[in-house]
């Protein structure tokens, strides 16, 4: 069975400063995708970014970047100067022929 | 703008009582899927629908029930079989390149 985890249910950051959320994933698959949602108060989930596994080099969108490494099963989330519009719930989700698959969630609060 | 609309925001169940919840999508997306989170939790998958006249069970399809009789329309209903049915649902079309998730729905039951 396909699983990702998420080992930190918590975690705070300063304002300005960078952080880095965690994620394992188990698969036997060689070609699926990567995720990161945010979800905040107000419950929308938003896509943060995507990865696909095929490609070695690691996604960037803005201040948000992936560390991809497929070996390992890891895929974390490095967000720089961190914001307060970004405290939220992030998930990191992998999807495999239509089959998705979300972590339990970090909850990250950016303080001023 | 293409999306994905759920209707009501907020529902109120009575004990015993059959509840549908409304998801509808423009973006022409052949797979749609029914989230459930709890508080400070995860999403869990109930339903899904990868074509229209065919949906699968997903981790916790006990209690619940859809239909998909076109391809725009993934409707939920939360029957009275479902012990503790109180939680947050979310409904989601996909593709490669990611979920596209609806505003969700927020069901008490009272």
């Known amino acids: 069975a396909q699983t990702v985890t998420q080992s930190q249910p918590e975690m705070s950051v300063q304002e300005a400063e960078t952080v880095t959320l965690s994620c394992t994933y188990d698969?036997?698959?060689?070609?699926?995708?990567l995720f990161w949602y945010k979800q905040p108060p107000s419950r929308q989930m938003i896509l943060v970014i995507r990865?696909?596994?095929?490609?070695?080099q690691n996604a960037t969108e803005n201040r948000f970047s992936v560390n991809f490494q497929k070996a390992a099963k890891s895929f974390s989330l490095k967000i720089s100067d961190s914001q307060l519009g970004d405290t939220a719930m992030y998930f990191c989700?992998?999807?495999?022929?239509?089959?998705?698959?979300f972590g339990a969630g970090t909850r990250l609060t950016v303080k001023p | 703008d293409g999306g994905i609309t759920q209707s009501p925001k907020y529902l109120f169940r009575k004990e015993g009582q059959n509840v549908t919840l409304s998801c509808e999508q423009n973006?022409?997306?052949?797979?749609m899927y029914w989230y459930r989170q709890d508080p400070g939790q995860g999403l869990r998958l109930i339903y899904y629908?990868?074509?229209?006249?065919?949906?699968q069970k997903g981790d916790i399809a006990e209690g619940y029930s859809v239909s998909r009789e076109k391809k725009e329309s993934f409707p939920l209903t939360v029957t009275s079989a479902q012990k503790n049915p109180t939680a947050f649902y979310l409904c989601?079309?996909?593709?490669?390149?990611?979920?596209?998730f609806g505003s969700g729905t927020r069901l008490t039951v009272v």
């Open positions: 989700a992998f999807i495999n022929n239509n089959d998705m698959r």
């Open positions: 698969t036997s698959e060689n070609n699926y995708y």
């Open positions: 990865q696909e596994a095929y490609k070695q």
């Open positions: 973006l022409n997306h052949d797979a």
């Open positions: 629908s990868q074509i229209v006249n065919d949906f």
């Open positions: 989601a079309s996909l593709t490669v390149y990611g979920y596209t």
